[in-house]
């Protein structure tokens, strides 16, 4: 097993080749559905046709890693959308004009939306400025005014997701969005953002790869702390069923897999 101070230098493929070996039942949120695969590249005549039809051109960095690691699939949340699907629920017609983290407030209520302005319907017509607000909807493009110029990268479901800004201010910079409460600057680029994604998915399972090679005892591995789903004793079976090689069933009983576990520590 590589030291996770040489992996954190590693490639993109090595890192998701390192826990697609290691998290077998897909334990880290989201890699149930990529599975840690990307799809295949775009060749340079796909993606320039794309930007030649669509009058966009790509931040490099994105544009890199849809030609040489894959067109969407294994990424954050529950994966990158491939470039076309990206379209469907992007606007790239116009350019992006935040400068800084926009929230918006609405209420359940009412459905009304409260911004810098003041208060306003779903179609923003009570502003007085209704032409100057982020919250405008734009008919040409189909949304508010804040989501033009970004390209929609993937989803982490409940409305919440992240765009790369292609027109306009800050170009190659990515966001944090939800469809009903804005967006924040993230202070990243794509590859910045894949990689930190990468990281993060190391860090969590890390321990119990370790731990699982050191052979340390059962109760030991089982109160590791771990982050986000890691903290559940279900997921920590899982995870270890895995790598022990072990089905995993609704039934599952935490002394079968003590069992398991205990055998392997025995072989040399």
Partial sequence: ????????????????????????????????????????????????????????????????????????????????????????????????????????????????????????DENCTLCENAENCLLYWDDTENCFRYEQGALRLNSHGCTYYDVLVCKGVGVGSVWAANEA????????????????????????IYPFVEAYHNKIAFSQFMEIQGSGLFDFERTKLCFLCGLLGVSVSNKMKIKTVQKAYEKWQKKP
């Fill in 1 to 120: 097993m590589q030291k996770k101070e040489t992996l954190f230098f590693a490639t993109i493929p090595e890192k998701l080749a390192f826990l697609k070996q290691y998290d077998k039942n897909f334990q880290v949120f989201g890699s149930q559905r990529h599975r840690y695969l990307c799809n295949p590249p775009l060749e340079e005549t796909e993606v320039a046709a794309w930007e030649q039809k669509y009058q966009v051109q790509l931040p490099k960095a994105y544009r890199d890693f849809i030609k040489t690691i894959g067109d969407g699939g294994a990424g954050p949340g529950y994966g990158l959308f491939p470039l076309y699907k990206a379209l469907e629920s992007s606007y790239l017609q116009k350019p992006f004009v935040l400068e800084s983290d926009f929230v918006v407030e609405r209420s359940f209520d009412t459905g009304a939306y409260a911004c810098e302005i003041g208060t306003c």
């Fill in 181 to 204: 409460n804005g967006m924040i600057a993230l202070d990243i680029d794509f590859l910045q953002w894949y990689e930190y994604w990468l990281d993060d998915c190391i860090d969590t």
